[in-house]
């Protein structure tokens, strides 16, 4: 054997037989080892000399996630973590100064704890200057924390028991972009008038799964998403903004909204919006006033039973359309063939009979199962009295558990989809 290498050898053997004696590094640590959001060459997967008993480091991350522990062991971190993970222990109270020496985190996360109001005084966080993320769902906090980090850019207090937001929070959150505080027990009463005009750099709020029954007041226009699913909202206002937004994404999926309780007026100042989902509602109508910007909109599990030729009109940048389960059983002639963009249509389950008529010849995909149709209409597909041949771009056609009569389907109907790759019946 070359010398050279047998030396080498043996000098490895000698170096790894002094390093610490762990676990070989899981899925799950391997996972946060590539951290969302970070940038560069990924932290190496080495663990560190210098670690709490507990807690396995790597570069500058530490992981403390389910281990039984009461406290935060800080003692022994090294004086550069960053990422600290600290998920499903038995983490009572944040003490005052407990990251004095760490002052280079960037994210910590208390996610599944038994964090309470007490347990987060005015000086839990302080000399954090660099904290980024902060991740406390999952705990028993009732109020908004009100000493947190100005530096903070993410915030996460879901699944909490959160009843209130005073509108005179003491922390700034000019460089919060992004709000979860989803699944708590935030009512109109807990939300007082002017409390998110603090986060003028708010782009991602999350609402879902509240007890709120009307809609918050005096939303930040920097807005991109807005998530209020699951809560009891009866109605919306005149103006959800009151001065142009920058709101592209509207989610109020599983409330109590009724056509009378859409305002033509909601829509105003939403000249970016792309996408909504108004299902699980009590709609009987399609919403007026929408921006002509959309691009999609969901209206699954609603009570709509008619599509009039106004329906989608003004909204010539729709691609996608998503109205099933409802009850429509009548469809004009001209509902869809304006929708020059249209590329994606779901009608099903519903009430139909026949195959809609007039349909955008750039459709992609059309979903019409679980309907009451019989027949397929010559022109439904192919434009029969054109003088000159064109082909339809259709790929997908799902027309299964239908009543369909093969006897009274054209020969013709299906001449020109040359582009199809799925049909079912």
């Avoid at 709609?283 to 699954?300: A, C, K, M, V």
Wanted: hydrophobic letters at 35%; glycine letters at 2%; charged letters at 15%.
């Amino acid at each position: 054997m070359n010398p050279c290498l047998l030396l080498s050898i043996i000098f490895l053997l000698d170096f790894t037989s002094g390093q610490h004696e762990r676990q070989p590094v899981s899925d799950e640590e391997r996972h946060l080892l590539v951290l969302p959001g970070s940038y560069g060459t990924p932290p190496s997967s080495r663990l560190l000399p210098r670690c709490p008993e507990v807690c396995r480091c790597y570069s500058n991350i530490a992981l403390c996630s389910s281990k039984n522990i009461r406290e935060i062991p800080t003692r022994s971190l090294p004086r550069k973590v960053a990422h600290l993970f600290l998920e499903r222990n038995h983490i009572e109270s944040i003490p005052a100064h407990i990251f004095a020496r760490h002052r280079t985190l960037t994210r910590i996360s208390f996610r599944s704890n038994r964090i309470s109001d007490s347990g987060i005084n005015s000086r839990s966080f302080i000399g954090l200057k660099k904290l980024k993320r902060l991740d406390l769902s999952q705990n028993e906090l009732t109020r908004f924390p009100s000493e947190l980090p100005d530096s903070l850019s993410e915030l996460q207090l879901a699944s909490n028991n959160i009843s209130e937001i005073a509108a005179n929070l003491s922390s700034n959150f000019f460089n919060l972009t992004s709000l979860y505080l989803q699944e708590n027990n935030l009512t109109d009463a807990g939300i007082e008038p002017g409390t998110f005009r603090c986060f003028t750099a708010l782009k991602n709020l999350n609402l879902n799964s509240n007890l709120l029954t009307t809609f918050p007041q005096d939303l930040p226009t920097s807005l991109n998403y807005l998530r209020i699913e699951n809560n009891q909202l009866t109605s919306l206002p005149n103006n959800i903004f009151t001065s142009p937004s920058q709101v592209h994404h509207v989610y109020l999926r599983a409330n109590q909204l009724r056509d009378e309780s859409i305002p033509f007026t909601v829509w105003k100042n939403m000249s970016n919006l792309y996408f909504v989902d108004i299902s699980q509602n009590q709609l009987r109508t399609i919403p007026r006033g929408l921006s002509p910007s959309l691009r999609l909109i969901l209206l699954e599990n609603n009570l709509i039973e008619v599509l009039h030729w106004q329906s989608f009109w003004g909204l010539d940048n729709l691609e996608q359309i998503r109205l099933s389960f409802n009850r429509i059983s009548q469809i004009s002639t001209d509902v869809f063939g304006h929708l020059s963009k249209l590329r994606y249509l779901n009608l099903s389950y519903n009430k139909l009979v026949s195959v809609p008529q007039n349909l955008p010849r750039n459709i992609l995909r059309l979903y019409l199962q679980h309907n009451i149709i019989y027949t397929v209409p010559i022109d439904a597909f192919c434009d029969v009295d054109s003088y000159s041949f064109v082909e339809s771009k259709l790929q997908i056609i799902q027309l299964n558990n239908n009543p369909l009569d093969s006897a009274r389907i054209p020969a013709l109907a299906f001449y020109c989809l040359s582009s199809m790759q799925v049909l079912t019946f």
